[in-house]
Nanobody, 126 residues
Framework: QVQLVESGGGLVQAGGSLRLSCAASGRTFSSYAMGWFRQAPGKEREFVAT????????YYADSVKGRFTISRDNAKNTVYLQMNSLKAEDTAVYYCAVDTLKLGSGSGRSSDYEYWGQGTQVTVSS
């Protein structure tokens, strides 16, 4: 059974930092791109960042570029999202997901992802 478990969310002041982790189990994900998405109350889920299967290629939403960094440790089957200079508008539930395409470079479309975690809440106070 494939399982993705996010952790690291919480309450932080604007300008602060958080590091999210997503641990995968039930399957080896080293051959698949992984991504982070987020959903704020009353809004649709939106793309945040993605990383290719080997970690050499990353893409970011314009809203987080320069502040967030996605990385992965394939030996640990884990993907990370380092979030710096957080803003109130970053408040959302953050989800990690696994791309359906083997050896892919990643995607900004949620429909391209097969497995999803349960999400972790990030709240940024202004």
């Amino acid at each position: 059974q494939v399982q993705l478990v996010e952790s690291g969310g919480g309450l932080v002041q604007a300008g602060g930092s958080l590091r999210l982790s997503c641990a995968a189990s039930g399957r080896t994900f080293s051959s698949y791109a992984m991504g982070w998405f987020r959903q704020a109350p009353g809004k649709e889920r939106e793309f945040v960042a993605t990383i290719s299967w080997g970690g050499g290629t990353t893409y970011y939403a314009d809203s987080v570029k320069g502040r967030f960094t996605i990385s992965r440790d394939n030996a640990k089957n884990t993907v990370y999202l380092q979030m710096n200079s957080l803003k109130a508008e970053d408040t959302a539930v953050y989800y990690c997901a696994v791309d359906t395409l083997k050896l892919g470079s990643g995607s900004g479309r949620s429909s391209d992802y097969e497995y999803w975690g349960q999400g972790t809440q990030v709240t940024v106070s202004s």
